[in-house]
Structures are given as structure tokens and as C-alpha cells.
């Protein structure tokens, strides 16, 4: 799942694939803003056929978190 | 098949329609006020005719100059555009008994769903549903009343034979009645010549969803899917999109089978539209049909690449669509932004003058439709939209981004336009989840305004 | 100074570039002035086709202009004679000419007295809107 969540933020934010760790946090090493998670959610949400709230969103800090929230939706 | 169009028309639309003809090998016919004698319609169609003075009533909406120019050019048939006399069925029988050919849907038709009234019961005999509402035209204060307490408050007095957002008003509870009554009924007068009211149910903040649908003179009807017009100011879309971002599939479905179903159900031949509006409960509403090509119709030839205007004109020539249903396929996602000359600062006033310079984006996905070039005059007389700006992405987000490219690369310099409007627009956190109804743009104006980006 | 040597001059003149050129001989003055047709490159390709009609030097007195699209007709119908012809007097009120449109004969009245100057348009000639037709002075 770790694969697909690092393919998808690569593709969607223009990332290098091997800068991104499960720890990764996404505001501090990768510098996503609000508006860049705005989007990701959105990709995350077509790519993974999942619906990612608001409050899930903001929740958000590390790459694990994305892989764990959407594992628990799938 | 026809050999000659007389475009009754200006702007951008009209450039459209010549250029489709063009394609076509059919001969074009411009007519031009005073005020557009430079107009780029005037000089890419192959004739022209000047039809009156700067004022529409004396020129566009000249019903007899126009029809006169297109015999004395020996045209077999006028494209009435949008706006001005494109639903004007008085217009169309008159084209039908001089002999042309009205490219659109029978006279009779638009006599019909002209009458928002009658449309509605002609949609409640097909099964369509319609917002609760009262059947008849009201003409006594208290009779409305009396219906309005029936409804239930909030309510909206409409004009019957209005559209475009104008000759309505929301009338929140009784004492406001007589008042909005009044102003609806005196601005349906001075729009459309005609002060008939009716009123129904207020669908609080709805998302404006409309179908895109063809008929031909055979009883063949197609649908080329629908279109997402909430982002609306005063009644007056902005934005468009196509698809529909995120509708239930099931909604979709029935809305575009109601759509099929309205169409047949008042025998339609030709492109045309059906607004529908989608409360938060999942239920929509027919609203009303627009018997005429429509300013966002660029979106859904990007989604579906057909090109309306095309099949318009083959219908109109007696030609059956050739194209069925599942023929028609729906790829990607495009957005439109309408570029008005009017000042955002200024409570978005027109803003007539002269373009010094232009820069128009380009590039993979981007659609520009326009009558300006460098130096062209826009006159005080007409719309303030001077410019469609179209992208086209594999998915939503591409588009958007692809949106927000080009309206960086825009230029535009001696009038000032909305541009900046769409780019605050293109990065708002709403906008991008695509979730936005009715209400959004006026609440994200007011938002920009309080922060302090618009003064 | 004798005159051909002055007809020489202006001769020479007008074939130049000079806009301006003052002259003393002795007792004799000559100045003598024109505006020279500047002539520069159009960069920008201006995209406005010429006037169809090609602008003949308006003589003095008012355009009549058709207020409607159709047909010039100079007469009442074929057999009649012309109501006007150039060098006419005309009075206010007089008709000029029938301009048809949709099937109605419409009269075009002369909007003040005057003579006919220039009729720019034959008999049977479609018009738009605007359209010079007759110049009265």
C-alpha cells in the first residue's frame, strides 16, 4: 500500500519518489500547504475509489497516516 | 442542404457560428450595428450588412432589417445565436414564412417552453418533476398570497415568459410579498415586454445542472451528457463545468433519462437544454428549457467532441442525427470561465473601452472563444463578455491546473476584466472539491472583499 | 523673371518631397506649399479590410442616408420618371427615392431644401443600413 501512496503523491505533487518515507512528514519534508493537501485528497480519493473528509484530512501528518487512513477505508 | 447563413448575432457566438459554416462550405452573412462595423464577425464572414444603429432594439433585435439583409444576400437560412432573438418565436415563424430557414427548433416549440408556465405543465404531463408550485399566472396580490402560504415560505415570483436570471425575486415570508411581487413583475416587463407572473417553491441553494440534449425532425433524441453551471452571481453563470463533478450515478442517470423524456415529450428538433435543479436532499427539478445553443455549450463538445453547432445546422437542413446514444462517449473533464470587461472592484460594473493589448493563452487542452483582437473597441452597447477561456484535463484536478495556467498567461491590457476573479476562484479549497452550489460564488466574493484582496 | 522659368520651379516642385519652399528672386516672392502624403511601413498587420466602397471625396452638403435595409428604387415603379436627378432643387418634405423592404414601399424625404449634388446609388441597387445615398447642398 506504501508503493501506491508514494506512486500517487509522486504523480500528483511532482515529488521525487525516493525522497518520500513512511515517515515523511508531509508539511515539514515535503512542504505540502493547505492548498497542495486540498488537491492530494482529491487524488487519493479518484485513485483510491475512497471519500476522505475534512476533519481525516487535517488530521494528517506523516505518510503512514495516508497509508493508514486508507487502508482502514478499504 | 443549406448553402447560406445569415448569422443574426455578434461577438464571440457569431465568430463561432462562421467559423463551423466555414467548415462546412456554406456561405456566411454578417449583419453589424454602427457600434460593430470593425467587429470581428464582420470581417471573417464572407458578406455583411449593416442593420441599424448601435442600440439592439435598432439593430440585433431588428427583426425585419434582419430578415430583409438575409434575402436581399439570397441566404436559405438564419442562425439566431444566443440571446437576442434566439428564443423569440414571433422571430422564428416570421423566418419560416419569408421562405428561410430558422436554424433551431420549430416556432411552435419555442412558443411553447418560451412560457415557463407552460413548460412546466407540459413537463408535468411528461413526468418530469417540477418544483412545487402554482400552475397559474397570478395577477391578484392576495389570490398569490393565498398560494404562497399553501407553498410555504421562502418562495420566488418568476416571470413566465423570462429567463437569464432576470424578472425574479426570492420573497422570504407574507409582508414581503407585495413588494417582490411588484419589482418582479415591473423588471419582467422591462426585460421581456411581458409582466406575466407565476410563483413556486424556493429550492434553497441548489446546484444548477443542466443537460445538454439534440433533437431532429424524425423524433431522434440524444443526450450529450450534462453540465455543472453553479457557479453562478445574480443568476449569471460564471463558471461552467462538464461533467458534473461527484453526482450519485443513480441521480445522473435519471436526470439524463428526464431530460430524454422532456424532449420527446414536446417533440424538440433541435440542440437544446434542459436545467435542472439539485437540492442537498439528492431530488431535482426541472427549471426551465432553453431552446437555443447555449454560451457554455464549448464544455461539453470538449467532453464529447461533437460539435453542436454542426449537427444545429444538419438538423435544420432536414437531416437525421447520425449519431445514437451510445455513440456518444464521455471523456476528461472541462471547466469554462466566462472573462467579462467589468471591475471586480466596482461591484463587477462593465467596463466598455478599447483593447491595447492581447495576449491569448494557448497550448495542449486550451479553447479560446472570442471576438476581440488588439486594438478592437468593446461597446457599451452589448454583453461585457468579451473572451471564453476553455481548458480540457484527463481529470478534474488537471483541469483546474491547466485553467489556472492560462489565466496566468492571459492578457488583456486598456479594459479591465474579472481574470484575477477566476485565478482567486481557481485556488479556492471549495472550488477544487468541486462540491460548491448556488450560493458559493456570492459567499466567496463577500469573503474576498472582507479580507481585503477586493477593495 | 520670366513665367516659364516660375512654371519650371513649381513643376519641379510638385514632383518633390518638399512640403514647403520659399523663393526670393529680386522683386519676385514665391512661396510655395503642399502636404506631402507620408508614407510609413504598416508593422502591425491592421486587420480591417478596406471600405468596400471606395471613399470618393465627399462633396460639400448633407449625406441622405437609408434608414433601412432593402432596395433603392429611384422611381415609383418601372415606367415612371425619377423623382430626383442631380442638379435638382429640392424641397423639405420632397420625396427622394422609395427604399423597399419586407414588401413595404417606404418614401425617403429630403430632410432640408437644396440641390442635388451626387446620387450614389442606381435604381434596383440593394442598401444597408446607413448606406450614403443621395448628397444635397
Known amino acids: 500500500m506504501f508503493e501506491q501512496v508514494r506512486d500517487a503523491l509522486v504523480e500528483s505533487l511532482n515529488l521525487e519518489g525516493d525522497a518520500i518515507a513512511l515517515t515523511s512528514s508531509l508539511k515539514e519534508d515535503l512542504g505540502i500547504d493547505s492548498l497542495a493537501a486540498v488537491e492530494l485528497s482529491l487524488d487519493l480519493e479518484t485513485e483510491f475509489d475512497v471519500e476522505i473528509t475534512d476533519e481525516e484530512l487535517a488530521s494528517l501528518v506523516s505518510v503512514e497516516d495516508i497509508v493508514k487512513l486508507i487502508e482502514s477505508k478499504k | 442542404m443549406i448553402k447560406k447563413i445569415l448569422i443574426a448575432n455578434r461577438g464571440e457566438i457569431a465568430v463561432r457560428i462562421i467559423r463551423t459554416a466555414k467548415e462546412m462550405n456554406i456561405e456566411t452573412v454578417a449583419v453589424y450595428s454602427t457600434a460593430d462595423k470593425k467587429a470581428l464577425h464582420v470581417q471573417l464572414a464572407d458578406e455583411s450588412v449593416c442593420i441599424g444603429s448601435p442600440l439592439a432594439k435598432d439593430s440585433y433585435l431588428n427583426m425585419f432589417s434582419i430578415i430583409q439583409a438575409a434575402c436581399q444576400t439570397g441566404c436559405d437560412a438564419i442562425h439566431p445565436g444566443f440571446g437576442f432573438l434566439s428564443e423569440n418565436a414571433e422571430f422564428a415563424r416570421l423566418v419560416q414564412e419569408c421562405g428561410l430557414i430558422f436554424i433551431g427548433p420549430n416556432y411552435k416549440i419555442i412558443e411553447k417552453l418560451g412560457n415557463k408556465n407552460v413548460a412546466r405543465e407540459m413537463m408535468i404531463a411528461a413526468g418530469v418533476p417540477v418544483i412545487p408550485g402554482s400552475k397559474d399566472i397570478i395577477t391578484d396580490i392576495e389570490k398569490g398570497k393565498e398560494d404562497a402560504k399553501k407553498l410555504g415560505y421562502p418562495i420566488m415570483v418568476k416571470a413566465s415568459n423570462g429567463g437569464g436570471g432576470r424578472g425574479m425575486r426570492v420573497v422570504e415570508n407574507e409582508n414581503e410579498f407585495e413588494t417582490m411581487f411588484r419589482q418582479a413583475k415591473s423588471e419582467a416587463k422591462a426585460c421581456f415586454g411581458d409582466d406575466d407572473v407565476y410563483i413556486e417553491k424556493l429550492i434553497r441553494n441548489p446546484k444548477h445542472i443542466e443537460v445538454q440534449v439534440v433533437g431532429d425532425q424524425f423524433g431522434n433524441v440524444i443526450h450529450l451528457f450534462e453540465r455543472d453551471c453553479s457557479f453562478q452571481r445574480r443568476n449569471q453563470k460564471m463558471i461552467e463545468e462538464a461533467p458534473c463533478f461527484k453526482l450519485d450515478k443513480t441521480i445522473r442517470e435519471n436526470m439524463l433519462n428526464d431530460a430524454i423524456k422532456a424532449c420527446q415529450a414536446t417533440g424538440y428538433d433541435s440542440v437544446g437544454t434542459i436545467e435542472f435543479l439539485l437540492d442537498q436532499s439528492g431530488a431535482y427539478y426541472f427549471m426551465e428549457m432553453n431552446t437555443r445553443i447555449q454560451v457554455e455549450h464549448p464544455i461539453t463538445e470538449m467532453i464529447t467532441g461533437v460539435d453542436l453547432i454542426k449537427l444545429q445546422i444538419k438538423i435544420a437542413s432536414h437531416n437525421k442525427i447520425n449519431l445514437k446514444q451510445s455513440d456518444i462517449q464521455q471523456k476528461g473533464y472541462a471547466i469554462e470561465c466566462r472573462i467579462n470587461a467589468e471591475d471586480i472592484e466596482k461591484d463587477f460594473a462593465p467596463q466598455p473601452g478599447r483593447i491595447d493589448f492581447m495576449h491569448i493563452p494557448g497550448g495542449r487542452g486550451i479553447r479560446i472563444d472570442s471576438a476581440m483582437y488588439n486594438g478592437c473597441e468593446i461597446s457599451p452597447y452589448y454583453d461585457s463578455m468579451i473572451l471564453k477561456l476553455i481548458a480540457y484535463g484527463d481529470t478534474r484536478l488537471e483541469c483546474i491546473k491547466k485553467m489556472r495556467r492560462a489565466l496566468g498567461e492571459l492578457i488583456i491590457d486598456g479594459v479591465t476584466t474579472n481574470t484575477k476573479f477566476h485565478y482567486y476562484t481557481l485556488h479556492s479549497k471549495e472550488f477544487i472539491e468541486g462540491l460548491y452550489d448556488t450560493s458559493f460564488c456570492e459567499n466567496f466574493i463577500k469573503e474576498l472583499k472582507d479580507n481585503g484582496t477586493l477593495i | ?137
Request: proline share 3%.
Open chain 3, 1 to 137: 523673371m520670366d513665367t516659364n522659368k516660375i512654371k519650371a520651379i513649381i513643376q519641379m516642385f510638385e514632383e518633390s518631397q518638399i512640403s514647403k519652399l520659399d523663393l526670393q528672386d529680386g522683386d519676385l516672392k514665391l512661396s510655395l506649399e503642399k502636404n506631402v502624403e507620408v508614407v510609413y511601413e504598416n508593422i502591425k498587420k491592421e486587420i480591417t479590410i478596406e471600405e468596400k466602397t471606395i471613399e470618393e471625396k465627399e462633396p460639400i452638403g448633407n449625406a441622405v442616408t437609408s434608414p433601412l435595409v432593402g432596395t433603392y428604387y429611384s422611381a415609383s415603379d418601372a415606367t415612371s420618371k425619377p423623382f430626383v436627378q442631380v442638379g435638382d432643387q429640392v424641397k423639405m418634405g420632397d420625396t427622394l427615392c422609395i427604399i423597399e423592404a419586407m414588401k413595404v414601399m417606404n418614401e425617403l424625404k429630403a430632410p432640408q431644401d437644396g440641390t442635388v449634388l451626387n446620387i450614389h446609388i442606381e435604381n434596383g441597387q440593394t442598401v444597408e443600413f446607413g448606406q450614403t445615398l443621395i448628397t444635397i447642398g
